[in-house]
């Protein structure tokens, strides 16, 4: 793990990339800021989380990092040993999660629940989507206060790492560490009436198999009753309306993605 600090005094905010080593959008991000030296208003850590994994090339060594939180410092496996040292670096920090998807283009915002952080920041992000994963936080570091994640696009691409940029920069607006004036350019975020948010009900297990399928778009309602994937040629059909969130055919080992409810709009969350 690697961790930048600028500006004096103890950092309140944080900045993660690399959670996943196949996932550089979040350090590729990280190392623009920090390239361009900007002066901030208020401390900050930059931080670099599993360095081995994206050496590697790999999601992970030997367990998944953003599954095992909240770690143990004498565990065997490296990703749950640099868990525990994650979680105690960022204690008392409100922390961005940068990650990216197989399965949605556009930047995904998500956090637990609407408490008081996520109602100040989220509305100030680039993204267009929003999801609240309520208890379906699978040993995510999501589960801890003040932690958002951010899917910054499709994995691996050049429009990841320059949303990562973006969404960097928004959070750091947002949390006083940079200036307005100095952050991106605030009409890239989408009116907050446009912005729906989606609550997430549970995962959609993905049965065993050698060849997967996806028929439907994410975040669109799929009816009861729709063949919405197949696992060796064989559909799965809904069992009842939902709507698909990160939905793909080999994103996840074990399931296909997350069903979910439509629940509203960034702008009615606000007014809650």
């Known amino acids: 793990m690697k961790v930048y600090e600028l500006g004096e005094g103890t950092p309140e905010v944080a900045v993660i990339g690399g959670i996943h080593g196949d996932e550089p959008c979040g350090p590729l991000a990280i190392k623009r800021l920090l390239a361009e030296e900007p002066t901030v208003q208020r401390p900050v850590k930059l931080i670099i989380a599993n360095e081995e994994a994206l050496e590697a090339g790999q999601r992970y060594l030997e367990a998944d990092l953003n599954r095992v939180f ?25 922390t961005l999660a940068l990650h990216s998807t197989q399965s949605y283009a556009e930047p995904i915002g998500a956090v637990k629940a609407v408490d008081t952080v996520a109602r100040e920041i989220v509305p100030q992000l ?12 699978d040993g995510r570091l999501i589960k801890y206060p003040n932690v958002i994640e951010v899917e910054c696009g499709l994995q691996g691409t050049d429009d990841a790492a320059k949303n990562g ?3 960097v920069r928004a959070f750091l607006a947002a949390t006083g560490v940079l200036p307005l004036d100095d952050a991106m350019d605030r009409l890239s975020v989408p009116d907050p009436e446009t912005i729906p948010v989606f609550r997430v009900e549970g995962p959609i297990p993905k049965a065993e198999g050698t060849e997967y399928e996806v028929f439907v778009e994410n975040f669109e309602r799929v009816s009861a009753g729709t063949a919405f994937a197949a696992v060796d040629g064989e559909a799965i059909h809904a069992e009842a309306d939902f709507y698909p969130v990160l939905l793909s055919p080999y994103g996840y080992a074990d399931i296909f993605g997350y069903r979910s409810e439509r629940v509203g709009t960034v702008a009615e969350w606000n007014a809650d």
């Open 70 to 94: 909240p770690g143990d410092p004498a565990a065997d496996a490296h990703e749950r040993r640099l868990a525990a040292d994650l979680l105690a670096e960022i204690e008392g920090c409100t």
């Open 165 to 167: 940029y973006e969404l």
């Open 126 to 137: 680039p993204v267009s989507v929003i999801t609240e994963t309520d208890d379906n936080t």
